[in-house]
């Protein structure tokens, strides 16, 4: 498993943006994907936006697609999710995660064998 730690939550006003920060152990990985979900309170963790790595291909959840931008810096293991133009319905507390297997279904919380502690984020109106 490769451990991970997410950063750069916090509360914000609606239209400003964000960074989320992903950092990760293993400066080998040679997983297919890693990727960014949120489990907003009292709802099920769902997927934002995954990045194959080997490539580096990015997919995002429609919702998002013209907000947020996944990316990853491996000179300093980390991965990224750039969040603009925040939504309160955006506020959920996001998690990353890694998966060593191949899928299609890169969007199910099930591929994925790491996840990190998560963050909050929260986007007041």
């Known amino acids: 498993q490769v451990h991970l730690v997410e950063s750069g939550g916090g509360l914000v006003q609606a239209g400003d943006s964000l960074r989320l920060s992903c950092s990760y152990s293993?400066?080998?990985?040679?997983?297919?994907?890693m990727a960014w979900f949120r489990q907003p309170p009292g709802k099920e963790r769902t997927f934002v936006a995954a990045?194959?790595?080997?490539?580096?291909?990015?997919f995002q959840t429609d919702s998002v697609k013209d907000r947020f931008t996944i990316s990853r810096d491996t000179a300093k293991t980390t991965m990224y999710l750039q969040m603009n133009n925040l939504k309160p319905e955006d506020t959920a507390v996001y998690y990353c995660?890694?998966?060593?297997?191949?899928?299609?279904?890169?969007?199910?919380?099930?591929?994925?064998?790491?996840w990190g502690q998560g963050t909050q984020v929260t986007v007041s109106a």
């Open positions: 990045l194959r790595w080997r490539g580096g291909t990015t």
């Open positions: 293993d400066r080998a990985f040679s997983g297919y994907y």
């Open positions: 995660a890694a998966a060593r297997r191949f899928s299609t279904d890169y969007e199910s919380t099930t591929l994925y064998d790491s």
